[in-house]
């Protein structure tokens, strides 16, 4: 098992990276304002038309650790699966900060941050050939954005 690997992503943040399995991106967009919601935390940007689903767009970075990220030219929009049973939220848009990187993962390649506690959207942080990134729990992250975003 210990050569097993999993193909990833590493989404560019302002301060590290996000990594997420291959299987979870839908597709990366260059950023568009999304429609403000009326309401809403000052990390849930709004939301945007895509493929026919409204998907809800956020600021990851504001959302963990209260900074603010620019919109660049850089900037894009990554669009990411959501898990689990919300009726409401089939995709997240992440604020991205340039093109993903691809890698492959493996036990041996990566090594988890010993931190005490994570915020609740966080499965794990881990650096992986020298790059810090963040792994959302995305069955987490979607109930968070559900809750901000239509208030269920």
């Known amino acids: 098992m210990a050569n097993e690997e999993i193909r990833t992503i590493l989404a560019p943040l302002t301060n590290g990276y996000v990594m997420l399995p291959n299987s979870a991106v839908g597709e990366i967009l260059e950023f568009t304002s999304p429609e403000p919601f009326k309401q809403g935390p000052a990390w849930l940007l709004g939301e945007i038309a895509w493929h026919g689903w ?5 600021n990851y970075e504001l959302m963990l650790k209260g ?5 660049t030219s850089k900037s894009r929009i990554l ?22 990187k691809l890698k492959k993962a493996r036990a ?5 941050s010993q931190v005490d506690r994570l915020p609740d959207t966080v499965f794990s ?10 792994i959302p729990d995305l069955g987490d992250l ?6 901000a975003a239509y208030n269920n």
């Open 125 to 134: 942080e881990v650096a992986i050939d020298g790059l810090k990134a963040i």
């Open 67 to 71: 900074t603010s990220t620019k919109v």
């Open 54 to 58: 409204q998907v809800p767009v956020i």
């Open 108 to 112: 041996e390649t990566l090594i988890e």
């Open 79 to 100: 669009i990411i699966k959501t898990l689990g049973e919300s009726t409401q939220v089939n995709y997240i848009g992440l604020l991205i900060q340039g093109l993903p």
């Open 142 to 147: 979607t109930s968070v954005v559900e809750m």
